[in-house]
């Protein structure tokens, strides 16, 4: 049913920011009432999760990482973004899109990719 894939560079610099896309399929990024959302996986942290951008356009995120984060979407393109800047080793982690709802939570994942941030 929904697709969703997870796309960018996997390979990013220390300071340099980590911009990733998540392209969804077989549903739209603006339906009621779900959510579009980054989640990282890392040994020393386990699954922690970035953000989330709404149907509506309304974003969260981590009170640990919103300093150093952006989700946007682009509506006409059915995908949305994550970047995260200023990135340090301790970003190195694989990236997954989800989608989720309040009720039925996190039931899409991408394929997850990997970035690791190393000079």
């Known amino acids: 049913q929904v697709q969703l894939a997870e796309s960018g560079p996997g390979l990013v610099k220390p300071s340099q920011t980590l911009s990733l896309t998540c392209t969804v399929s077989?549903?739209?990024?603006?339906?009621?009432?779900?959510?579009w959302g980054w989640i990282r996986q890392s040994p020393g942290k386990g699954l922690e999760w970035l953000g989330h951008?709404?149907?509506?356009?309304?974003?969260y995120y981590s009170p640990s990482l919103e300093s150093r984060t952006t989700i946007s979407r682009d509506t006409s393109k059915n995908q949305f973004t994550l970047s995260v800047s200023s990135v340090t080793s301790e970003d190195t982690a694989v990236y997954y899109c989800?989608?989720?709802?309040?009720?039925?939570?996190?039931?899409?994942w991408g394929k997850g990719t990997q970035v690791t941030v190393s000079s």
């Open positions: 989800t989608r989720d709802h309040p009720a039925g939570g996190m039931d899409y």
């Open positions: 077989g549903g739209s990024i603006t339906a009621d009432t779900y959510f």
């Open positions: 951008v709404s149907y509506s356009g309304a974003t």
